[in-house]
């Protein structure tokens, strides 16, 4: 992607991406680049997250 003619067509197309798509891309490149049990780790934390049903100071999301 370090063509500048590529990347000038593609946003003309599809216009800037919302800051929460580039976070969102940013993420799943860390995580590919996990090894297979971190991967798992960090999918059985999300889950207990999002099953937590109460916010709690104890799990900051930032």
Do not use: W
């Amino acid at each position: 992607m370090k063509n500048p003619t590529f990347i000038s067509e593609l946003h003309k197309k599809l216009g800037a991406p919302s800051s929460e798509i580039v976070d969102s891309l940013r993420l799943l490149k860390a995580f590919v680049k996990l090894a297979p049990p971190q991967r798992y780790e960090v999918l059985e934390m999300a889950e207990r997250l999002a099953n937590d049903d109460s916010p709690s100071s104890e799990h900051p999301l930032s």
